[in-house]
């Protein structure tokens, strides 16, 4: 009888502590891994698109979002509707959903046009001609957003795909010669 016990126990043990290994699993979430850590929380991950959007807008600053920027490849070009937030300045981000909620993209790999999402509505406005070309950033390959056929022709865009599905860009006012102050945005 107690060889049975001792198997009754053996088994009893080795259920439970599988059963409490898995339950400690569903508690515990599974990091993402870690493309690129720029310090004190900014950090891209390649396989989860949440996380990088998160990082971007909460937890990089504008130091980081320039590195991030300049260590991003060109990419591929976005295509189809793609969510949109501000990074930068920080005190644009609550009041910009009521206005731009990113973008949608037509055409393919060389490019093509997108229309602006705006209002929670998602009204399409203020289309922009999408290429590649020099940025302005750094002069490397970027994908740049074209107004000029829109009736804002001064509004230049340009972004890169700093990790699968995730773009970070720039926005800013032609002035003459010359570019006023950047908006830092993320599209996914």
Same mark, same amino acid.
């Given at each position: 009888?107690?060889?049975?016990?001792? %198997?009754?126990?053996?088994?009893? %043990?080795?259920?439970?502590?599988?059963?409490?290994?898995?339950?400690? !699993?569903?508690?515990? /979430?599974?990091?993402?891994?870690?493309?690129?850590?720029?310090?004190?929380?900014?950090?891209?991950?390649?396989?989860? &698109?949440?996380? &990088?959007?998160?990082?971007?807008?909460?937890?990089?600053?504008?130091?980081?979002?320039?590195?991030?920027?300049?260590?991003?490849?060109?990419?591929?070009?976005?295509?189809?509707?793609?969510?949109?937030? !501000?990074?930068?300045?920080?005190?644009?981000? /609550?009041?910009?959903?009521?206005? @731009?909620?990113?973008?949608?993209?037509?055409?393919?790999?060389?490019?093509?046009?997108?229309?602006?999402?705006?209002?929670?509505?998602?009204?399409?406005? @203020?289309?922009?001609? +999408?290429?590649?070309?020099?940025? +302005?950033?750094?002069?490397?390959?970027? @994908? %740049?957003?074209?107004?000029?056929?829109?009736? &804002? /022709?001064?509004?230049?865009?340009? %972004?890169?795909? +700093? &990790? /699968?599905? !995730?773009?970070?860009?720039?926005? @800013?006012?032609?002035?003459?010669?010359?570019?006023?102050?950047?908006?830092?945005?993320?599209?996914?």
């Amino acid at each position: 009888m107690s060889a049975y016990r001792e %198997i009754f126990r053996n088994v009893l %043990i080795k259920s439970l502590a599988s059963m409490g290994f898995g339950a400690l !699993v569903m508690i515990v /979430p599974v990091s993402a891994h870690a493309e690129a850590d720029y310090g004190n929380g900014c950090v891209l991950y390649s396989d989860n &698109t949440s996380a &990088t959007v998160d990082s971007l807008r909460f937890r990089c600053d504008l130091g980081q979002l320039d590195a991030v920027y300049r260590d991003a490849p060109l990419g591929d070009v976005p295509v189809g509707t793609k969510d949109g937030w !501000v990074a930068e300045p920080r005190g644009m981000q /609550p009041w910009a959903p009521l206005v @731009w909620i990113g973008k949608n993209f037509y055409g393919g790999p060389a490019g093509g046009y997108l229309l602006n999402r705006m209002t929670g509505a998602g009204l399409e406005a @203020w289309q922009a001609n +999408v290429y590649p070309g020099p940025s +302005v950033v750094d002069g490397g390959p970027t @994908w %740049i957003l074209d107004y000029a056929p829109s009736p &804002t /022709p001064n509004l230049y865009d340009e %972004i890169r795909e +700093v &990790t /699968p599905g !995730v773009w970070l860009g720039y926005s @800013w006012l032609r002035q003459g010669g010359d570019y006023g102050q950047p908006v830092t945005f993320i599209l996914a």
